[in-house]
T-cell receptor
Framework: DAMVIQNPRYQVTQFGKPVTLSCSQT?????MYWYQQKSSQAPKLLFH???????NEADTPDNFQSRRPNTSFCFLDIRSPGLGDAAMYLC????????????FGPGTRLLVL | SQKIEQNSEALNIQEGKTATLTCNYT??????LQWYRQDPGRGPVFLLL?????KEKRKERLKVTFDTTLKQSLFHITASQPADSATYLC??????????FGRGTSLIVHP
């Protein structure tokens, strides 16, 4: 089945220790998104790629970076995680950016010790 | 400022009843609005999309209405079942072509 896969499902890191979360998709969609979701809050868009074009949200901290080496894969790098970065990180895709349904992965739960 | 408001209190209903969830928004003129379901510890799953020129959309036991004058969407689940228990998020296009999500409302269906 075509899908969005996120690894790992749970990630524990130490304060200040860089961490990378990964996302892959078999849908061959052009757009990939990274969201941060804290408990009982709305998913917050961090950035998205339309093909190779990177689009950063204005309020996304510099501590968060992303890479998309090819259509199928996208990575979220947190350079120096703080306690406030503990959250669920959701990867999503859509066929094109406009008026399209988003398909989400299962998420990676990040814990910062 | 732009706001999407969904009731933060959980909606508790009995099995078989119709659940109605509300999504209100301010300072948006969305071309469309979507509803997603999210189970604990999982990513959201798309349910329905309704466009600005549509008043109502149905899919099996689900019905969505969209009133651009009231700036409100209602999401109905008829003949609700315990398996419908989840958080339901609305998302609307805010002019940047990418949907913005509300925080969701938790629905609990009691047997």
């Amino acid at each position: 089945d075509a899908m969005v896969i996120q690894n790992p499902r749970y990630q524990v890191t130490q304060f200040g220790k860089p961490v990378t979360l990964s996302c892959s998709q078999t849908l061959n969609h052009n757009v990939m998104y990274w969201y941060q979701q804290k408990s009982s809050q709305a998913p917050k868009l961090l950035f998205h790629y339309y093909d190779k074009d990177f689009n950063n949200e204005a309020d996304t901290p510099d501590n968060f970076q992303s890479r998309r080496p090819n259509t199928s894969f996208c990575f979220l790098d947190i350079r120096s995680p703080g306690l406030g970065d503990a959250a669920m990180y959701l990867c999503a895709t859509s066929k094109s950016s406009h008026k399209e349904t988003q398909y989400f992965g299962p998420g990676t739960r990040l814990l910062v010790l | 400022s732009q706001k999407i408001e969904q009731n933060s209190e959980a909606l508790n209903i009995q099995e078989g009843k119709t659940a109605t969830l509300t999504c209100n928004y301010t300072n948006y003129s969305p071309a469309y609005l979507q509803w997603y379901r999210q189970d604990p510890g999982r990513g959201p799953v798309f349910l329905l999309l309704i466009r600005e020129n549509e008043k109502e959309k149905r899919k099996e036991r689900l019905k969505v209405t969209f009133d651009t004058t009231l700036k409100q969407s209602l999401f109905h689940i008829t003949a609700s079942q315990p398996a419908d228990s989840a958080t339901y998020l609305c998302a609307l296009e805010g002019g940047s072509y990418i949907p913005t999500f509300g925080r969701g409302t938790s629905l609990i269906v009691h047997p």
